[in-house]
């Protein structure tokens, strides 16, 4: 599996990543919320760009996006604009949320962005070639928060963001008992032994916590913790990820 290398992190290797989300609905939250993140045990933050509260016109959302690269000095920065029915905030349609990452791709402010699945092959393949010829790697989304896919299922969607060229494949799942969380972890264990790209899989909610710290010993390559507000359920604070994947890993324990 390959490695990504955003600033001075490697997404891929080790323990999973801590990514933090910054939910404020204005610069001078986000602002506040990036500065506490600096102080904690996140190594990486994610602009949830859906959660703000004005138009976004792209004089506006570069302006912002300086300043979050500012203050978050070299910590990577994952923007994501997470639509309606993938359990976000926001409701651009299809032309202006294309517009939203083709503008933020290329501006130099952010690291990574998130592209959903949901968009269609179509846009996926329009947007992940736009941002790889600007040498921003894409973290390919899909979310259900009703239910966990069978495993052949999540197998299938696993494949068709590889296929697609994702720089790194996500699922966030719902599961409704505890053998929904196995199957997640059995799926995505399979899958990074195999994938030529890191993945990232949760289980939310309170069931699917244990899923947010296991990652180190099932494959996943980043897990959500939350440092101010939390961005989906089930999220956890940093400080408890930190502390758990420490306990966790297999390497701390000489395997």
Not at 24 to 42: D, F, I, K, M
Not at 154 to 159: E, G, M, P, T
Request: some cysteine.
């Amino acid at each position: 599996m390959k490695t990504i290398s955003l600033r001075n992190l490697t997404i891929g290797a080790g323990k999973p990543k801590i990514i933090a989300p910054l939910t404020g609905n204005s610069l001078a939250v986000l602002l506040a919320q990036a500065e506490q993140l600096t102080r904690s045990p996140a190594q990486m933050a994610e602009w949830r760009v859906d959660y703000l509260s004005h138009p976004i016109g792209t004089e506006n959302l570069l302006a912002i996006a300086c300043e979050l690269r500012k203050a978050l000095g070299e910590i990577p920065l994952l923007a994501t604009y997470r639509t309606f029915q993938e359990g976000g905030q926001g409701g651009l349609n299809t032309a202006e949320y294309t517009a939203l990452v083709e503008t933020l791709a290329p501006s130099g402010f952010v690291d990574m962005v998130d592209v959903e699945l949901s968009a269609g092959d179509a846009i996926v393949s329009r947007l992940l070639s736009r941002c790889h010829a600007q040498g921003v790697p894409v973290l390919l989304s899909c979310h259900d928060f009703f239910s966990t896919p069978s495993a052949p299922q999540l197998r299938s969607i696993l494949a068709h963001m590889e296929d697609l060229g994702a720089d790194v494949a996500k699922i966030a799942v719902m599961p409704r008992c505890p053998a929904d969380v196995v199957t997640l972890l059995q799926v995505t264990e399979e899958f990074s032994r195999h994938s030529a790209c890191p993945v990232v899989t949760m289980s939310m909610g309170e069931l699917g916590k244990v899923s947010r710290v296991w990652g180190e010993v099932f494959g996943c390559a980043l897990t959500f913790a939350a440092v101010a507000d939390v961005s989906a359920p089930g999220q956890l604070p940093a400080d408890t990820v930190a502390a758990l994947l420490d306990a966790l890993s297999p390497s701390e324990a000489g395997f």
